[in-house]
C-alpha cells in the first residue's frame, strides 16, 4: 500500500545508499579546511582583543592628548564599529597590569585602516600614565569596540541631540567624522559644554557639514559668538527641532542638570541615552585591607583588597589580569563567581540578572570588599599579550 502510494520515494531511498558511495568516490582526496570563512569573518569582526602600538600622542585643551594607536594585529586592522562606541586599553604599568575603557574619537573608516584614537583626560592612574609616561612605540592591547552608546536607525529620530561635557565629546567626535565619510546618515546637533573656550577638543572649522551642529557653551567666559552659561531649556528650545532623541555624554551632575532640563520640555527620561561612567573608589577615612583570594583557571592568587577600591582595582594592582570592559556594570564582561566572603554593589551600578543574584555571581568591576573574600574569575587573554 505505502509502496504504490510513493513510489518514487521508495526509489529514491533505495537508491541513496549507491549515490553516498558515488559521492564519496568522486571526492577528491584533498583536506578539509583548517578555517571557513564564515569563523574567519567572525574573527574579524569580533577579536576580542587586538595588539596594538602608540603611534602618535598630541596634547589638545587642559591635561589632554589624542592618543592614536595603530594595530599590529595579523590584518593590520582594528575591526569595523559603531560611531560613539568605546574600546579597552590595556598596558602593564610598574607591577600593575591595567585596563581602561576609552570613548574612540577617530572614524569606522580608518579602523579599518588599522587606525584607532582616543582622547585621554587626566583623571586615574591610567589616565596619568598614558598622559605623562605612555611613548610613541609602546606596545599596548586593545579590546574590541563594545557599548550601545551609538545612532540606530529603527530606535532613534532623524536628528540626535547630543549633549557633551569636556572630554565627553569624544563619541560625537567619531560621529561628527562618520556622518562626514558617509558611514552615518543622520542630522546631529551638539551642545558642547565647557568652562572656557581653551577647553575645547574640537575644531569648530573642521565641522562643515548640512546635517551637523556644533554649539559650544562656555560657563565661565563670554565670548562673541559663543553660547554663556548652561544648557538650559531655553538654550535648547533655541536650536531643536520638535522631534528629536537625546545623547548625552559627561560629567554625573550634568546628565542630572540637563535631563531636568529636557524634562521640563516634556520629553520622557527613557528617551535619554546616557554613556555609561565608570566607577571610582568608595570614601573611608581608613579603608580596612582585606584578603582577596582569586582563582583564574587552575591558577590561585592571594592579593590585599582594599576596602575603597572594586575588586578589579585590588586584582590590577597585584598585576593580575582582570577582564575588564566597561568598568561600569553594564557589559557583563567580567562577570565572576562570588565563592564566599561579604560585597557591596553600589544601586547605580548594579545590573546583575536576578538568577546572577541568587547564584552568587557579581561584577568585580563595580564591587567592593566588605570582607575577606574568594572569587572565581574568567581569564583575560590581554594578560598574556603584553
Ligand atoms: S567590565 Fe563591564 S560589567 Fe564589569
Known sequence: MLFSKYPDDIKRFQEMTNDRRRIID???ATPLPKTYAVNELSKALHPNVIPAEIVDTKEIGRNCKIITLKSTSENGRFPYFRAGQFITISARVGDSFITRPYSISSSPYQAMQGIMEVIVQKAG??????LEEAKVGDKVVVGEPT???YYDNIRDRETIVAIAGGSGITPFISMIKSIIEGSDDFNLIVF??????SDLLIDLDSVKHEKIKVIPVLSHEEVDGYEHGFI???LISKYVPAKYSVFMCGPDAMYNFVTDEFVKLGLDRHSIRQEHNSIGDRQFVEPKVFKLTVHIRDQVYV???YQNETLVCAMERAGLAAPVRCKSGSCGF???RLVKGEVTTPEKYESRRAADKKFGYIHPCCTYPDSDLEIDVPPFVAGEMI
Do not use: I, Q
Request: aromatic fraction near 14%; glycine fraction near 8%; hydrophobic fraction near 30%.
Open 232 to 234: 538650559t531649556k531655553e
Open 334 to 336: 567580567c562577570h565572576s
Open 26 to 28: 568522486n571526492t577528491p
Open 147 to 149: 557599548g550601545d552608546f
Open 125 to 130: 592612574l591610567f589616565s596619568a600614565y598614558l
Open 192 to 197: 558642547y559644554g565647557v568652562r572656557t573656550r
Open 303 to 305: 592579593v590585599d583588597a
